[in-house]
């Protein structure tokens, strides 16, 4: 007879939106006792990964996401940088290795991907960083699947492209493209062999069911993402969001220790937001089961915290910087019980 485990394989299509919303409103110690139980299971309970990004196109996107300070519609302090040269962003990539990451992630300010000479440039740029011995990762816009193919040709290993919010609350933030056209380039990405990163933004004035109609999105993908960068909203001076107040800790806890237990084998990235959270708000994400952050003075256009404190942080809590490697050993061997 066939018991079943105490901690199940992870499925998609698992929870209902119920089931989600009472996960999420668990106890704050029960909920985190669950999370852990999962992530101790899953995931290196000491490694985090550390990634980088470079802006490598910086603003003037058509798209008018409300949020973003490299959105044209929007009178921002970002200044509007062409595609940067191969050898530029290389430099960028061998530094950023020095400095301790594992992951590389180059952005561009793109609605889609357009074949030609810049995709060509970008395509030598993934070829070269990967040869470095980085895990290469792309943000760039929407992108058909023949383009994906190119991608990971190349050496590109992951592609992130977010959801951002629920299915309902999206056209509050974004007008000029659909939910659907995220999804179908999150399927293009996926046939094409690329790793998904997909996650979303707290903070631009979303409700919790909101926050959770998103996981239940994400975690309804089969498989599950790769990994899921949960971002707080930086609230840019011209962008209509500038004026957002700040999600509670205690709920951008909730919602990790929720993506955590939905998808047990993802990485969660605690992304976007960190030069607001204190060092403890940061512990408690760990202890959530966010395993990732970036690391590097830069998101793409905006502040992060200092690499060095970063490190003293990691050493505080005697976790380590996770190499990829031994990262996908590591959730071969996390059997089930
Ligand atoms: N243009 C591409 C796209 O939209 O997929 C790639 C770059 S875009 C800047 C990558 C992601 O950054 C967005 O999907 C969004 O989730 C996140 N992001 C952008 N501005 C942000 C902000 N002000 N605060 C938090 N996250 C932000
Ligand atoms: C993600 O989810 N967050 C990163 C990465 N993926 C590309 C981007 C955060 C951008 C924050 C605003 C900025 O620096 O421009
Ligand atoms: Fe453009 Fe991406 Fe910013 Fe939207 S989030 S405005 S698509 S760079």
Same mark, same amino acid.
């Given at each position: ?9 992870p ?17 704050? +110690? %029960? ?9 101790? $299971?899953?995931q290196?309970? &000491? !490694?985090?990964?550390? =990634?980088?990004l470079?802006s490598i ?22 200044d ?37 000479p ?6 030598d ?15 760039m816009?929407?992108?058909r ?6 991608l ?15 299915r ?6 974004? +007008? %000029?493209?659909?939910y659907d ?5 999150? $399927?293009?990405?996926?046939? &094409? !062999?690329?790793?998904? =990163? ?8 979303e409700s ?27 609230p ?32 969660v ?69």
């Open positions: 007879m066939q018991l079943t485990p105490l901690i199940p394989e499925m998609p299509n698992q929870y209902t939106f119920d089931e989600i919303r009472e996960i999420h409103d668990l106890p704050f +110690t %029960t909920l985190i006792f669950r999370a852990q139980q999962i992530h101790q $299971k899953f290196d309970p &000491a !490694g985090v990964q550390l =990634c980088t470079q196109k910086t603003g003037q996107c058509p798209e008018n996401c409300k949020y973003c300070p490299q959105s044209a519609h929007y009178d921002t302090p970002v509007a940088e062409p595609l940067m040269d191969s050898e530029d962003i290389t430099g960028k990539a061998a530094e950023a290795k020095a400095g301790g990451a594992s992951r590389f992630c180059m952005g561009a300010a793109w609605r889609d991907v357009r074949d030609g810049q995709f060509d440039s970008v395509l740029t993934v070829r070269k960083v990967s040869d470095m011995g980085l895990e290469v990762c792309c943000t816009g929407m992108l699947e023949d383009q994906a193919v190119r990971k040709e190349a050496g590109c290993a992951v592609y992130n492209h977010n959801l951002d919010t629920s309902e609350f999206y056209p509050e933030i974004i +007008t %000029t493209r659909t056209d995220r999804l179908q380039t999150l $399927k293009n990405v996926r046939k &094409a !062999g690329l790793e998904v =990163c997909a996650g979303g933004i707290l903070g631009m004035g919790t069911e909101d926050r959770l109609r998103l996981l239940m999105e994400l975690a309804d993908l089969d498989p599950h993402p790769d990994s899921v960068p949960i971002n707080a909203l930086v840019v001076p011209g962008t209509p969001l500038e004026n957002m107040e700040p999600v509670s800790c205690f709920e951008f806890v909730r919602i990790i220790a929720t993506a955590r237990i939905l998808m047990p084998r993802s990485i990235r605690l992304s976007a937001g960190r030069t607001e959270m204190s060092a403890e708000a940061q512990a408690l994400c760990f202890l959530a089961g966010a395993n990732s952050i970036f690391l590097g003075e830069k998101l793409l256009t905006t502040p992060n915290p200092e690499k060095s404190e970063d490190f003293r942080l990691l050493k505080d809590l005697g976790l380590y910087p996770l190499d990829p490697e031994e990262a996908r050993n590591f959730h071969r061997q996390a059997e089930p019980a």
